[in-house]
Nanobody, 116 residues
Framework: QVHLVESGGGLVQPGGSLRLSCAAS????????MRWYREAPGKQREFLAL???????NYADSVKGRFTISKDNAKNMLYLQMNSLKPEDTALYYC??????????WGQGTQVTVSS
């Protein structure tokens, strides 16, 4: 069982930055595929970024060049650095892990609001 806890959300002005964190329990973090998603009111949950066990990354077009996913295996931490934030980035942000057996886990989410 993996427990994920996101943090770092908040209110930020357009053009600002935030760094989200996701703390993961368990010893298999380094062998998990990690992703960030978000869900805005009235919209489907949207994939944002992933980082593989080897450190390769991939991004949705909507955030490419603005968001950066990273992880620290020693600390069991996943991060999402978000720059040049826009009002349309307002959403509940979730981290997700898929372990080596294909089991998926979600955190409870952290709210990001971009507004002046």
């Amino acid at each position: 069982q993996v427990h994920l806890v996101e943090s770092g959300g908040g209110l930020v002005q357009p053009g600002g930055s935030l760094r989200l964190s996701c703390a993961a329990s368990g010893s298999a973090f380094s062998r998990a595929l990690m992703r960030w998603y978000r869900e805005a009111p009235g919209k489907q949950r949207e994939f944002l970024a992933l980082i593989s066990t080897g450190g390769s990354t991939n991004y949705a077009d909507s955030v490419k060049g603005r968001f950066t996913i990273s992880k620290d295996n020693a600390k069991n931490m996943l991060y999402l650095q978000m720059n040049s934030l826009k009002p349309e980035d307002t959403a509940l942000y979730y981290c997700n892990s898929v372990d080596e057996y294909g089991r998926r886990y979600w955190g409870q989410g952290t709210q990001v609001t971009v507004s002046s």
